[in-house]
């Protein structure tokens, strides 16, 4: 059974710094795995997808890798802004399609 | 290209009521979840739909919800009789194939059960 930990639960952050996320899950047999922002009272927007083919991926300032032999991807985010305030949920799929999501680190970025 | 909606956006109703929530996806993808968030917990997997075809409704609590994906394109998700325990957000999300795809959600509907 997947599980999935997202660690810090919580982040403050002055304007322009850089900073990291990090997810890990149990079970390494995964497909990809997703990276979304949920801004309060809206859904989920996905941000990033790293199959398990890859080790990065990138948009933007949006930087994630991949590790599946440890158990961990992270998301880099790069200069970071007040709009980059959200809530971040990695999601890994504990088969080919069901996604099993971390609890989220809640991003504050104070200007 | 229009995202994948849901109605409504909020629902308050009283323990015993009925409930229906539709879900639209994404014109083109055979792939319909929905999802479920209790509050102070994560996220978490209800059904998959392909088509209209059910194929895996693991997630569902109990026989009081019914998923239904009529002609394989919208859904709903229907709680009869609500609990109080249903209270939460429910999430909508669509795919254009199964594996290794990309979920692209909605924007949920609160769901609050008095």
């Known amino acids: 059974k997947q599980e999935v930990t997202q660690i810090p639960a919580a982040l403050s952050v002055p304007e322009g710094e850089n900073l990291v996320l990090n997810c890990s899950f149990t079970d390494s047999a995964i497909y990809n795995l997703q990276w979304f922002r949920q801004d309060p009272g809206k859904g989920l927007t996905s941000l990033l997808l790293i199959q398990s083919s890859q080790r990065e991926q990138t948009s933007g300032r949006l930087n994630a890798s991949l590790d599946k032999s440890s158990g961990r991807s992270t998301l880099y985010i790069a200069a970071s802004q007040p709009g980059d305030s959200a809530t971040y949920l990695c999601?890994?799929?504990?088969?080919?399609?069901?996604?099993?999501f971390g609890k989220g680190t809640l991003l504050t970025v104070n200007p | 290209e229009a995202g994948v909606t849901q109605f409504p956006s909020h629902s308050v109703i009283e323990k015993g009521q009925t409930v229906t929530l539709r879900c639209d996806p994404i014109s083109g993808h055979d792939n319909l979840y929905w999802y479920r968030r209790v509050m102070g917990k994560e996220i978490k997997f209800l059904l998959h739909f392909v088509k209209e075809s059910k194929q895996d409704e693991s997630g569902m609590p109990n026989n009081r919800f019914l998923a239904e994906r009529t002609g394989g394109t919208y859904s709903t998700l229907k709680v009869q009789p609500a609990e109080l325990e249903d209270s939460g957000v429910y999430f909508c999300a669509s795919s254009q194939a199964s594996v290794a795809d990309t979920q692209y959600f909605g924007p949920g509907t609160r769901l609050t059960v008095l």
């Open positions: 999601a890994a799929p504990s088969s080919n399609y069901k996604l099993t």
